[in-house]
């Protein structure tokens, strides 16, 4: 079973750009597709950004594309999302998730495994 740690969250302007860090221990992150989902208050959990279990191919919804890129550092045992850009609607508590998956399969939306507690990213207009 893997750990995920969320960091990197904070208050930022519109406008302005911070960068997630997801730490995994237990086991290594080489094995996991790797996810971003965020949860606004008052609104259910949604998907942000995943990456594959090889770090070839990536997926953004679509009111981040452009403005948000995940990635692994498997070495490090870290993923990462870097956000510019932000706007006050991207304001929420920003989860990491683990898939376990098979090295050719692709990112995923849906049907993570494990998730970490959560790290809050808060934009002021």
């Known amino acids: 079973q893997v750990q995920l740690v969320e960091s990197g969250g904070g208050l930022v302007q519109a406008g302005g750009s911070l960068r997630l860090s997801c730490a995994a221990s237990?086991?290594?992150?080489?094995?996991?597709?790797m996810g971003w989902f965020r949860q606004a208050p008052g609104k259910e959990r949604e998907f942000v950004a995943a990456v594959s279990r090889s770090g070839g191919s990536t997926d953004y919804a679509d009111s981040v594309k452009g403005r948000f890129t995940i990635s692994r550092d498997d070495a490090k045992n870290t993923v990462y999302l870097q956000m510019n850009i932000l706007k006050p609607e991207d304001t929420a508590v920003y989860y990491c998730?683990?898939?376990?998956?098979?090295?050719?399969?692709?990112?995923?939306?849906?049907?993570?495994?494990?998730w970490g507690q959560g790290t809050q990213v808060t934009v002021s207009s």
């Open positions: 998730a683990a898939k376990v998956a098979t090295l050719s399969s692709g990112p995923s939306v849906t049907g993570y495994n494990y």
């Open positions: 237990g086991r290594t992150v080489s094995g996991y597709a």
